[in-house]
């Protein structure tokens, strides 16, 4: 069921990517939505629909688009009038490197911040990709040994100990 419309000033990018948050969230069984579909929901958010909010859907927050003239990569265009989620992983245009993928949590109200939390640990991953956490600790105290070779340091501190 449909949140009640907020009584925020949303900035376009951030109730874009709101709007289809949530209808991933909603419809998670579907790989993406027509531009309309995220059109109606943004309307649940906001009564009044900024000007440019088919705009931005349609090109200006599209990562698969070249800039014009947002750089942002918050969706990711499907098809014709469909679109989805910019994913960690997609192909997108050179111009847009380094924008934003999703609002600042301080830019959504906070009924909806469990949506950038969500993106972050559990959408924007590319699929099947699985963090271990033994791996993900290579590297970690490199800095330990400075220039010193790690065997030759590990030896030292071990001498040290007797």
């Known amino acids: 069921m449909p949140r009640a419309v907020t009584p925020v000033r949303w900035k376009v990018a951030d109730l874009v990517w709101t709007a289809t948050a949530l209808l991933h969230r909603e419809c998670p069984e579907r790989a993406d939505f027509l531009v309309a579909e995220i059109v109606a929901r943004a309307a649940q958010l906001q009564r009044q629909l900024p000007a440019g909010l088919k705009p931005h859907i349609y090109s200006h927050a599209v990562a698969n688009r070249p800039p014009s003239p947002n750089r942002a990569r918050r969706l ?85 100990w007797t």
């Open 76 to 160: 990711f265009a499907t098809g014709k009038s469909r679109r989805r989620l910019f994913r960690s992983g997609d192909p997108f245009d050179p111009a847009r490197a380094g924008a934003a993928t999703r609002p600042e949590p301080d830019a959504v109200p906070e009924a909806y911040r469990d949506l950038i939390r969500w993106y972050d640990e559990e959408y924007s991953r590319p699929a099947g990709q699985h963090v271990d956490p033994l791996l993900a600790l290579r590297g970690a105290g490199r800095h330990l040994a400075g220039r010193e070779h790690p065997d030759r340091y590990v030896r030292r501190l071990r001498e040290e």
